[in-house]
């Protein structure tokens, strides 16, 4: 991939800057970067250690260099979220009943980083 390590960086400065914004530098999170063809276009998957207030960032370069900075921030927020609720939802086995919830997650996830995007403004 073209660019890839000015991708990477500017990824990185976007992930650390909302991080930082936010006030959750207690967050211990490694973000790790691939450039595998994702049909799906998953931007970014998060790994959330919740007992640790741990985990790492999957960044998908492919994608994230078709957004712009406000899409991407958008999306980090998002990620950050997942950090926030996971102790929750990492809490639920593993197996058909969390399946049946993925999509309760998302939204309630979404709903977090809306509110958090609307108090910055
Ligand atoms: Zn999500």
């Known amino acids: ?14 992930a650390e800057s909302m991080q930082a914004a936010l006030e959750l ?10 450039t595998t063809h994702d ?3 998953t931007c970014c998957t998060s790994y959330p250690e919740w007992k640790y ?6 960044w998908n370069l492919t994608v994230t ?3 712009t900075d406000d899409e991407l921030e958008a999306i980090t927020i998002h990620e950050l979220a997942h950090f926030l609720t996971d102790c929750l939802w990492g809490s639920i086995p593993e197996g ?3 399946e049946a919830l993925v999509n309760l ?3 309630a996830t979404e709903n977090v980083a809306r ?7």
């Open 39 to 41: 049909p799906e276009k």
């Open 65 to 67: 260099v078709t957004l």
């Open 105 to 107: 997650n998302e939204l």
């Open 25 to 34: 530098g207690w967050l211990d999170i490694e973000h790790k970067f691939t």
């Open 96 to 98: 058909p009943k969390k």
């Open 115 to 121: 509110a958090i995007m609307a108090a910055m403004r």
């Open 1 to 14: 991939m073209r660019h890839e390590e000015g991708e990477r960086a500017r990824v990185r400065l976007c």
């Open 53 to 58: 207030r741990q985990g790492s960032m999957v």
